[in-house]
């Protein structure tokens, strides 16, 4: 029988190493100085609990903007016309619309582990991504869900749940440092508990597509 595949959730990737070491410089003072703040929750929590467990389950992370320093400008032209490009090939028309960054930070999760983030969408964006900086076989993966409401009907066991197949209803992804990830805004992501043996460290970007305002003809 013939079939017509509608409504794909696409994930776009791309390795790029050539990023990865001086982003990992640049990001060690935003990284410093969540660290130096992040020091009065971590006292407050130990007194509360009145257990010394440190940084477990924190996320260090940067302000909004890191799209404005400029040692990145390079490293975020590329992420902006990545996105609009993505967008045009999805079918979208951009003639009279530029991208515009919402939010770039870069985060770490915990050095005592438990870090992740729950299941999540990013609203009012049309393109989020990361671009991975410190990873390894011991730490979190993202974890992509299926976007469609409806799908929670199809609740039937699946063959192989090791293989990529139309019944996933989410699905992990493997990362190294210098892996780009990409992907419609409304595309439910997460991040699998971190058990903290090794640093885990990526810049995480939303991006929106505004419409821009031409001049006005002579009549």
């Given amino acids: 029988?013939?079939?017509?595949?509608?409504?794909?959730?696409?994930?776009?990737?791309?390795?790029?190493?050539?990023?990865?070491?001086?982003?990992?410089?640049?990001?060690?003072d935003y990284l410093h100085e969540a660290r130096k703040q992040s020091k009065e929750c971590i006292l407050a929590r130990e007194k509360k609990y009145k257990v010394a467990i440190g940084d477990h389950g924190m996320s260090y992370h940067s302000h909004g903007k890191l799209y404005q320093d400029k040692r990145l400008s390079e490293f975020e032209l590329l992420i902006r016309m990545t996105a609009k490009n993505i967008l045009e090939t999805?079918?979208?028309?951009?003639?009279?619309?530029?991208?515009?960054?919402?939010?770039?930070?870069?985060?770490?999760?915990?050095?005592?582990?438990?870090?992740?983030?729950?299941?999540?969408?990013?609203?009012?964006?049309?393109?989020?991504?990361?671009?991975?900086?410190?990873?390894s076989d011991r730490t979190s993966v993202?974890?992509?869900?299926?976007?469609?409401?409806?799908?929670?009907?199809?609740?039937?066991?699946?063959?192989?749940?090791?293989?990529?197949?139309?019944?996933?209803?989410?699905?992990?992804?493997?990362v190294f440092p210098g892996t780009l990830l990409m992907f419609n805004s409304?595309?439910?992501?997460?991040?699998?508990?971190?058990?903290g043996i090794d640093a885990f460290r990526f810049i995480h970007f939303n991006l929106k597509a505004t419409q821009v305002q031409l001049p006005e003809k002579n009549a």
């Fill in 1 to 28: 029988m013939d079939s017509t595949t509608l409504f794909e959730s696409i994930i776009y990737r791309k390795e790029l190493p050539k990023y990865v070491d001086s982003l990992n410089k640049i990001t060690n």
């Fill in 90 to 135: 999805q079918g979208f028309d951009l003639v009279n619309h530029g991208m515009e960054y919402t939010e770039m930070w870069v985060q770490q999760f915990a050095d005592q582990g438990g870090g992740h983030h729950e299941t999540h969408v990013h609203w009012d964006n049309h393109i989020s991504g990361f671009y991975f900086l410190k990873c």
């Fill in 142 to 174: 993202p974890v992509f869900h299926d976007p469609r409401p409806g799908r929670m009907m199809l609740n039937l066991p699946i063959k192989d749940p090791n293989k990529l197949c139309y019944a996933m209803e989410r699905q992990s992804l493997k």
């Fill in 186 to 195: 409304y595309l439910p992501h997460e991040f699998k508990v971190d058990n």
